[in-house]
């Protein structure tokens, strides 16, 4: 991978470079392990000793970041991308590449989607964003990291409709930031969003938005119903046998209303579904393990 500086700047402070980080004495954390984290100098006394040189000490300790990403093999190893991460962009903060390298690269499974080193990638790229905010990128992998590792659907959906308004923005993000506020629970500003795009010029946007207006305005009338059914649940231990009970025992004070005339129902997960669209409008649907990632598509 090329370094950003030149060749005769990177020799001529070469010699100071290796001074610095010989003479420098970085604190040492405690080990983890049998691991040991990387004993890197304290960003403080690289400043003052190697003024003239920042960028050419940045640039040597961004080429001991990516060798550090191909030896790592574990998540602890990893994780050590994340100190090199801070101390170069303490260095040299608007070496962008870093916050987007370091960020993609540093969340590890474990296994059975048990994610680590995801709190440090949002760090970077929340530092990223504070000088970067039109990165797109940064943008997405905050919100990706957000809903995915954080369940912090609301903020992801508010990251992914700035995004989308962003040069170069694919044109699928406002259609995934209506599913993570529907995810979040703010269906109504979902559909704030969906109805100012249902409204656009292109036809094509226009059809997919109106669709999507619909599908929010039947998810909130299906989480009317789950609200009903944990009222239910409460009230007797179990699960409502139909949406008729909810009705008859006031649970419900109106019958919840199909766009196509359909009827509803409830699953076997103890959730309101309805007979013309029986999937959900979400990323997340809870099941044994907790939560993971539908591959349900856009309509």
């Known amino acids: 991978m090329m370094s950003r500086t030149s060749l005769p700047a990177l020799l001529g402070g070469f010699v100071s470079l290796i001074a610095l980080v010989l003479l420098a004495t970085p604190p040492r954390k405690p080990p983890r392990g049998p691991h040991q984290e990387p004993l890197l100098p304290r960003q403080e006394v690289l400043r003052v000793a190697g003024r003239g040189y920042i960028e050419v000490i940045a640039d040597y300790f961004w080429l001991q970041l990516v060798q550090a990403t191909g030896r790592a093999r574990d998540a602890e190893e990893y994780r050590d991308i994340y100190p090199y991460g801070e101390l170069i962009t303490d260095l040299d903060p608007r070496f962008g590449m870093v916050y ?68 170069g923005a694919p044109a699928y993000l406002p259609a995934l930031a209506t599913r993570l506020y529907a995810q979040s629970g703010s269906v109504n500003a979902g559909l704030v969003l969906a109805r100012s795009l249902a409204e656009s010029e292109d036809p094509e946007t226009r ?18 119903v789950d609200a009903a059914i944990e009222k239910f649940r409460g009230a007797f231990g179990v699960a409502p046998p139909d949406v008729h009970t909810l009705l008859w025992l006031g649970f419900l004070k109106q019958p919840p209303k199909d766009p196509k005339g359909g009827g509803f129902y409830i699953g076997h997960d103890g959730r309101a579904y309805s007979e013309t669209q029986q999937r959900r409008l979400e990323i997340f649907t809870p099941d044994s393990r907790g939560f993971h990632w539908t591959k349900a598509t856009e309509n």
Do not use: C
Not at 103 to 112: I, Q, S, V, Y
Not at 141 to 155: G, I, T, V
């Open 100 to 167: 987007r390298f370091a960020a993609g690269a540093l969340p590890t499974n474990l296994g059975r989607e048990t994610w680590v080193n995801t709190q440090e990638s949002t760090r970077l790229l929340r530092k990223g964003l504070k000088l970067f905010p039109n990165d797109l990128k940064m943008n997405i992998l905050l919100a990706y990291n957000l809903s995915a590792f954080h369940k912090q659907y609301q903020e992801a959906a508010e990251v992914l409709e700035r995004a989308s308004k962003l040069p």
């Open 207 to 224: 059809e997919l938005f109106q669709q999507r207006v619909r599908d929010l305005e039947m998810e909130a009338e299906l989480r009317r």
